[in-house]
């Protein structure tokens, strides 16, 4: 371990780093979600790419609504329910995760409540991209609980957003498209509830490569130096990080099996029919 600004900051709560390349998506969920529920610590998770093209969904998603299943299962692409909510993306090797796990009391003026949250990671990813671009938070669409706000330049999407707010912390993570895979996004529906500044366009019109405003070695160093304004910072050994604490922990993260995505296809009526 080592701290990375040199010498602990005077008066700021400790973040621990940990970084990883091509880890699978599936791990860094269960990875967060455990360190959410079973920590007491801050938490900065970077994850540069996942090998394998898959999409993740919010807690509530609908498949059928959301994933073109009958492609999906053709082409044997991995499908997640994740511990979040927000919306539906497809990850592969040109994404870019960045994850903060936080506790209530970490940030001044930061309360557990997705608004306050949110406006907070824009100031902070807005000093990333300061001279990069228009960048902004645009607003998505507001659930029971989730506020959903898209990092753009301008009216194109590069950052998708997801939370899931506990008694004492929260978690905010974003998956960065740095750059993607066109024949991937056909996996994706247009979704029913889609941002007003979406105008109906499909998902290459819709969404943009980050690669054109700054490279990924770059975006992650200034990531980390926009949270030395917040915290101190200790660069934790990845290979250690999934280690037992000894806590008993079963993660609401699941892989849908094909079953469940062959049910998904079957309407309510031919379910009733079937049953009896």
């Given amino acids: 371990m080592a701290v990375t600004n040199g010498a602990m900051k005077s ?13 699978p998506i599936l791990e860094q969920l269960f990875l967060e979600e455990k360190l959410l529920r079973t920590t007491s610590d801050n938490w900065c998770i970077v994850n540069d790419g996942t090998n394998t093209p898959t999409i993740v969904m919010g807690t509530s998603g609908k498949a ?4 073109d299943i009958r492609s999906v299962l053709q082409d044997k692409v991995p499908v997640i329910r994740r511990f979040t909510g927000g919306g539906t993306v497809i990850v592969d090797k040109g994404t870019v995760f960045v994850t903060l796990i936080c506790n209530k009391d970490a940030l001044p003026g930061v309360q557990p409540y997705p608004r306050t949250i949110m406006s907070w990671s824009g100031l902070l990813y807005g000093k990333v991209f ?13 659930d029971f609980l989730n506020l959903i706000l898209d990092y753009v330049f301008g009216n194109q999407k590069f950052g998708g957003n997801a939370q899931s707010i506990t008694k004492n912390r929260w978690v905010h993570h974003t ?3 740095w750059d993607y895979e066109a024949k991937n996004m056909s996996y994706l529906r247009l979704p029913t509830r889609a941002p007003t500044y979406r105008l109906a366009r499909d998902h290459l019109e819709f969404v943009c490569r980050m690669k054109k ?3 990924r070695t770059i975006f ?3 990531t ?11 660069e934790i050994n990845s290979e250690t990080i999934g280690t037992s604490n000894g806590t008993t922990f079963v993660p609401s993260t ?3 099996s094909r079953q469940e995505l062959e049910d998904a296809l079957i309407s309510p009526l031919e379910r009733i029919a079937h049953s009896g």
């Fill in 224 to 234: 980390l130096k926009a949270l030395e304004s917040h915290f101190s910072i200790l």
């Fill in 175 to 177: 998956s960065f498209l």
């Fill in 130 to 142: 300061q001279g990069m671009g228009d960048f902004q938070l645009r607003e998505n669409v507001m």
């Fill in 254 to 256: 699941s892989l849908l």
């Fill in 213 to 215: 405003y700054i490279s």
């Fill in 64 to 67: 059928l609504e959301l994933v």
């Fill in 220 to 222: 992650v160093e200034r």
């Fill in 11 to 23: 008066g700021l709560p400790l973040m621990n780093v940990v970084r990883f390349k091509g880890m």
